[in-house]
């Protein structure tokens, strides 16, 4: 980091800027300048899919890691389709939107405890999980089956089931994405949603699941870059004091961990810029700030020198990053405090999706299957996680095809005296999907239709097989059903 030779109260003060940041880096191997900056107070680091090649390595990166500091070391894994410890595999677990469907939360429990001791053993202590949001827009394209579904008391029960089994083995919660992205039809990667709802609805709908978080205890919060009017009016929620301290902190009465969504985002860089909305952030209530995985070292730096600056001419106070450096301290001792032993792994996970998968309809029994899988253009949020069946039907022809870039009357021939099994990923969005499918199914009725994602579409097929999510666990859950 930057180094500041003024005085010690300048020295003091970058120690204090430095604590409110979670940086990322390339590669899996810790760069010398993370090393020296955790020992010079940086708050933390939020690992990504290319950080990740096997658990062992994991573990190695992350006691290297800890060996220069007391940290937070953060990732997203919510299993299902978002993970980063099987990014490249895909998930061994359903996502939420397959365990609300189930409705056990003891299951919910359950399968966020096995994730909880999948991360203590590769020296993970924060988990940016659960996403508590309120999926009641079928268009969302952020969210989806990361919820657990559309009903804010059920939201609500699995939010808190999921929170309890990540903390019970020593890895913080962080409930996401406050104050409630489930509304949205815009990705706050690339712009700032709108949840444009009255005061007795945001209550009722939006904030019901984060209130039970804080009564279960949650560690940490994390913002949404989302604009809510009523109560943030022009700006995202991790900008606004009205949200983060008035809403969270004061109506809500919050006292834990506030952490922001990736400030690499659009939603904030296309708007107040990467150093100004750190500074704005901290000022409106936010404790940790996750730059995401984009800003390089200099940025970093730039960061740094942006918030420093704000608190020389006033706009953030000194107090501001008093409280933030005060609750992430009560945090990285409560990871002391509570550190444990994982347990020894199980097949939960699968369970969990056998539990989540539905059958409408009967699948007759396989004959040379030819499959048919739509390619669905992956997420910021997820990244390209694999997904499909490749590893559960090795006896069938699988091809993955752009909906808008294939003939489907070739599809047809190739299937021809063959099982047709048609695969999608939440085909409501995606209008070529739909007709593609159609298409298929109105020359061929006994074919098969596996939705991967929330299953808004059902056509009218021979069988219909919903997963609730493409998670690798969904995926062999689904294929058991066809080969039974």
């Known amino acids: 980091m930057a180094e500041f030779h003024a005085s010690p109260g300048d020295r003091s003060l970058h120690r204090l800027v430095a604590g409110t940041l979670l940086v990322a880096f390339q590669g899996t191997t810790a760069p010398d300048w993370v090393l020296r900056d955790l020992e010079a107070g940086l708050g933390g680091v939020t690992l990504f899919g290319f950080n990740v090649e096997e658990p062992e390595q994991l573990a190695a990166l992350t006691g290297r890691l800890r060996g220069a500091g007391d940290l937070v070391v953060s990732l997203d894994e919510e299993g299902g389709d978002v993970t980063r410890l099987a990014y490249h595999t895909g998930s061994p677990y359903p996502g939420n939107a397959a365990l609300g469907a189930v409705d056990d939360v003891e299951l919910t429990r359950s399968v966020y405890r096995s994730i909880g001791d999948d991360l203590v053993r590769c020296g993970v202590n924060l988990d940016m999980a659960p996403s508590a949001d309120v999926n009641s827009a079928d268009d969302n394209p952020v969210i989806g089956t990361r919820a657990f579904g559309n009903s804010p008391d059920l939201v609500s029960r699995h939010t808190v089931a999921a929170v309890h089994g990540l903390q019970e083995v020593g890895v913080a919660a962080c409930v996401k994405h406050f104050p409630g992205h489930g509304a949205t039809q815009q990705d706050s990667h690339l712009e700032i949603p709108v949840v444009d709802v009255d005061l007795d609805t945001l209550h009722a709908r939006e904030l019901a699941p984060f209130r039970a978080a804080i009564e279960a205890g949650t560690k940490s919060i994390m913002t949404a870059h989302v604009r809510v009017p009523v109560v943030t009016g022009d700006v995202p929620a991790t900008l606004s004091h009205a949200a983060l301290t008035e809403l969270l902190r004061g109506e809500l009465g919050?006292?834990?961990?506030?952490?922001?969504?990736?400030?690499?985002?659009?939603?904030?860089?296309?708007?107040?810029?990467?150093?100004?909305?750190?500074?704005?952030?901290?000022?409106?209530?936010?404790?940790?700030?996750?730059?995401?995985?984009?800003?390089?070292?200099?940025?970093?730096?730039?960061?740094?020198?942006?918030?420093?600056?704000?608190?020389?001419?006033?706009?953030?106070?000194?107090?501001?990053?008093?409280?933030?450096?005060?609750?992430?301290?009560?945090?990285?001792?409560?990871?002391?405090?509570?550190?444990?032993?994982?347990?020894?792994?199980?097949?939960?996970?699968?369970?969990?999706?056998?539990?989540?998968?539905?059958?409408?309809?009967?699948?007759?029994?396989?004959?040379?299957?030819?499959?048919?899988?739509?390619?669905?253009?992956?997420?910021?949020?997820?990244?390209?996680?694999?997904?499909?069946?490749?590893?559960?039907?090795?006896?069938?022809?699988?091809?993955?095809?752009?909906p808008s870039e294939v003939d489907r009357r070739v599809l047809l021939e190739r299937a021809a005296g063959r099982s047709l099994v048609i695969v999608v990923k939440d085909a409501h969005r995606y209008p070529e999907s739909r007709e593609l499918v159609s298409g298929l199914l109105a020359a061929r009725s006994d074919a098969v239709v596996i939705e991967m994602g929330l299953p808004i579409w059902r056509p009218q097929a021979a069988a219909y097989i919903a997963t609730y999510g493409a998670a690798r666990a969904n995926a062999q859950a689904a294929a058991e059903l066809l080969t039974v």
């Open 254 to 402: 919050y006292d834990g961990v506030v952490i922001t969504d990736a400030l690499d985002m659009h939603a904030i860089t296309k708007s107040v810029g990467l150093g100004g909305g750190a500074a704005l952030s901290l000022a409106a209530g936010s404790d940790l700030l996750c730059l995401g995985p984009l800003p390089t070292e200099q940025q970093v730096r730039e960061v740094i020198e942006e918030i420093f600056a704000a608190v020389r001419d006033g706009r953030l106070p000194l107090s501001r990053l008093e409280e933030s450096a005060e609750r992430t301290a009560k945090l990285l001792a409560w990871f002391g405090e509570s550190r444990r032993e994982a347990s020894e792994q199980t097949v939960i996970g699968l369970d969990a999706a056998r539990r989540a998968v539905s059958l409408t309809g009967a699948a007759s029994p396989l004959v040379d299957p030819f499959v048919v899988e739509l390619d669905t253009p992956p997420t910021i949020a997820v990244g390209d996680v694999p997904w499909g069946f490749a590893p559960w039907l090795p006896q069938a022809e699988i091809v993955r095809v752009k």
